[in-house]
Each structure stands twice: as structure tokens, then as C-alpha cells.
């Protein structure tokens, strides 16, 4: 059975820093990508960042310059640093997996079978 657990979010000031983690259980990462997604109240889920094993990474231009993903395959973990935090950013994140896509399609939810609980990331003052 496959799981994908996060972790990470939490509540911080504008400008600040938080590191979301995505722990992965029963997937296999030869061939994967873990995508980061948000939904903000009222709003839609939205595909911010990707990494893949066949192409790398892709961000939105949203969150570029400000949100480093990577991953430790030894760890089965992808982490999403998250640093100039605004308000904006203030959403449920959650992180889906699948097999290597290309980074063109990276960000369409429709594409990961497998998704998180999801972790409450809030930006205020």
C-alpha cells in the first residue's frame, strides 16, 4: 500500500521560512515524480512545484526564487523549502506521487494517483 505522509506546515510570520516534508511509503522511486499542490479556501488546487526522475524539477512562476524542492531517495522523502513566505501562500499543501512525467504536464493533478493528507501552512502576521 502506498502512503504518502506531510509534514511541516504550521503557522508563520510574512517573510518567514517553513520546510514541508513528504514521506513515502510503499513507492518506488526509480521512476517517480512528487508533486507539491495547495488549495487555499474557496479556491482550487493548484500545482506549485514538481521533481521528477526523468527531467528534474519545475515550479510555478508564482513561487519561483522562493521554493526549492529536492528529494532523498535513500529516505524515500521529497522536502519543499519554502522561504519570503507571503499571505498568499497561506493554503492546505499536499504532495502527490506518481511515475516520471514530463515536466510539461507536472503540475495537473489529474496525472498523480496518489496524494497526502495534506498539512495547514498559514502566513500572518
Known amino acids: 500500500e502506498v502512503q504518502l505522509v506531510e509534514s511541516g506546515g504550521g503557522l508563520v510570520q510574512p517573510g518567514g521560512s517553513l520546510r514541508l516534508s513528504c514521506a513515502a511509503s510503499?513507492?518506488?522511486?526509480?521512476?517517480?515524480?512528487i508533486g507539491w499542490f495547495r488549495q487555499a479556501p474557496g479556491k482550487g488546487r493548484e500545482g506549485i512545484s514538481c521533481?521528477?526522475?526523468?527531467?528534474?524539477?519545475t515550479y510555478i512562476d508564482s513561487v519561483k526564487g522562493r521554493f526549492t524542492i529536492s528529494s532523498d531517495n535513500g529516505k524515500s522523502a521529497v522536502y519543499l523549502q519554502m522561504n519570503s513566505l507571503k499571505p498568499e501562500d497561506t493554503a492546505v499543501y499536499y504532495c502527490a506521487g506518481w511515475t516520471s512525467v514530463a515536466l510539461a504536464l507536472a503540475l495537473d493533478a489529474r496525472l498523480y494517483r496518489y496524494w497526502g493528507q495534506g498539512t495547514q501552512v498559514t502566513v500572518s502576521a
Open positions: 521533481i521528477s526522475s526523468r527531467d528534474g524539477s
Open positions: 510503499g513507492f518506488t522511486f526509480d521512476d517517480y515524480a
